[in-house]
């Protein structure tokens, strides 16, 4: 009877010493020493619960999952929150990074950004920064300015004909797209009427 009384306390030991290797897996350091954030962390699997406010990072170790949680999702991949864990997702092929699945921040090599969409080529109507690999609109021309006083030979007296100019900027532009913007002008002929003092009469006029 003494006997098979010690063997059972004996394998019921030992069950309770694979539960308690069990749940210190569960929350201890994990593969690689890092289960910091999680809740429940296992060695083969890493993280599969986080602290609220961080988000679970999957990452693949050739056919196996390994789980991390971060405060900020690496670069490629975004943050999603969810009710049951947030978790980082992968921004699209042609994005670096991105701000959703949708929206892009940044491209890739040979790519555009336009819109918050990665293009191979930037759409009519854009300019193409090399620099910043973005599209951007050409600038919008604003209203056209007053005209110039009406000036003949560098004179706005005399009684010959005249020009005066105007001009028509770049209404909403950087300095950037300000260097690629034409600058629009046009002059028309206009009367001078006003009579010039003395002895500059004759060259304001027009005369011999």
């Known amino acids: 009877m003494r006997a098979p009384l010690c063997l059972l306390l004996l394998v019921a030991h030992a069950v309770d010493m694979l539960a308690l290797n069990r749940r210190k897996k569960q ?17 083969e699997n890493g993280c599969s619960t986080c602290q609220q406010r961080l988000f679970l990072f999957i990452r693949r170790e050739g056919i196996r999952q390994y789980g991390k949680c971060v405060h900020d999702c690496p670069l490629g991949f975004f943050g ?17 990074s991105c701000f959703s699945q949708d929206f892009c921040i940044r491209c890739k090599r040979r790519f555009y950004l336009y819109k918050g969409k990665c293009l191979p080529s930037c759409p009519p109507g854009t300019l193409t920064h090399q620099n910043t690999r973005e599209c951007q609109e050409e600038c919008e021309l604003g209203p056209w300015g007053s005209w110039s ?8 007296c005399g009684s010959a004909w005249g020009l005066e100019t105007r001009v028509r900027e770049a209404g909403r532009a950087g300095r950037e797209e300000m260097a690629t913007c034409q ?26």
């Open 149 to 156: 006083p009406c000036t003949h030979n560098g004179k706005n």
């Open 183 to 208: 600058l629009l002008s046009e002059s028309r002929k206009c009367p001078l009427q006003r009579p010039c003092p003395g002895g500059e009469c004759r060259a304001a006029c027009g005369l011999p």
């Open 27 to 43: 929350v201890g350091t994990g593969l690689g020493g890092n289960c910091t954030g999680c809740v429940i962390c296992s060695e």
């Open 80 to 96: 999603i929150r969810g009710q049951e864990v947030n978790r980082c997702k992968k921004c699209g092929a042609t994005c670096e």
